[in-house]
């Protein structure tokens, strides 16, 4: 497929819905080429067409799925410039009672899939001698909360590879940056919502405010635009000194 030479290919993982879907557009409006991996083929496709961008649908469970999907790019447009690690899953238990497979499955999807993204997508940018990697972490990346290990073990891993990606990038123009939201208004967090306020007997407005934002500063929800803000300046021309950082959007939950 023939493009402007000038156009920088942008794949967001996870990006048929919530965080990623906002990132999607942001990065679309800003003039990159979308592409979007997940498993959601219709909402996938969809948000495809609306923003001129392409969908390519991918278990990135399966280590073999992460090098067919860079290789399906390379082959429609040349390579990728921006990656957004944005595919991820959530399982809450006690370590005692956490299943094996869905700890492997979590590790795999979280932390071993955004090296093989970053490892295979490495020669085009370095080559290009220009890259943006923004991997999406979460308050999770700097603290822990109850029943969530793999979750937190995941998340703490990113940073770490975050800031050996931005070490060994910066001669050669890539950038590495991890973003940390608290609890975004999305499809995926309003489930936990409703999931917790039948195991706790409180309303949704209940888990809100005295769950899920009880360590926080700003008592609301954030909305998945705000996150989808940062993450396109992080991949702009703006933030080609920024590398290796931890970026909060955590309404001030941290600060403690």
């Not at 073999?64 to 790019?73: K, P």
């Not at 499809?187 to 007997?201: D, H, K, M, R, Y």
Request: glycine share 8%; charged share 15%; with cysteine.
């Amino acid at each position: 497929m023939t493009i402007n030479p000038d156009t920088r290919i942008a794949l967001v993982t996870g990006g048929a819905s919530g965080i990623g879907k906002a990132i999607a557009e942001a990065l679309a409006e800003d003039g990159l080429k979308v592409v979007i991996s997940d498993l959601n083929q219709e909402q996938g496709q969809a948000l495809a067409e609306a923003i001129d961008g392409h969908f390519i649908a991918s278990d990135l469970t399966r280590p073999e799925a992460c090098a067919d999907l860079v290789q399906a790019i390379n082959h429609r447009y040349g390579g990728v410039d921006v990656l957004v690690n944005n595919a991820g899953i959530q399982h809450v238990s006690a370590i005692e009672d956490f299943p094996e497979e869905k700890w492997n499955l979590m590790m795999q999807l979280m932390l071993t899939t955004p090296f093989l993204l970053i490892k295979y997508i490495w020669p085009y940018i370095k080559q290009k001698g220009r890259g943006r990697i923004v991997n999406m972490g979460s308050v999770h990346a700097q603290i822990a909360s109850l029943n969530k290990s793999a979750y937190v073990s995941a998340k703490h891993g990113l940073l770490g590879l975050t800031k050996s990606a931005a070490l060994e990038g910066g001669e050669h123009g890539i950038t590495a940056n991890l973003v940390c939201p608290a609890y975004v208004k999305t499809p995926l967090v309003e489930n936990q919502i409703a999931a917790q306020s039948a195991t706790l007997g409180l309303s949704a407005d209940q888990v809100e405010t005295e769950v899920m934002l009880k360590s926080a500063a700003i008592k609301r929800m954030i909305q998945p635009g705000e996150v989808a803000s940062l993450v396109a300046y992080l991949c702009s021309d703006k933030a080609s000194a920024v590398t290796g950082a931890a970026w909060n959007i955590d309404l001030g939950w941290t600060a403690q």
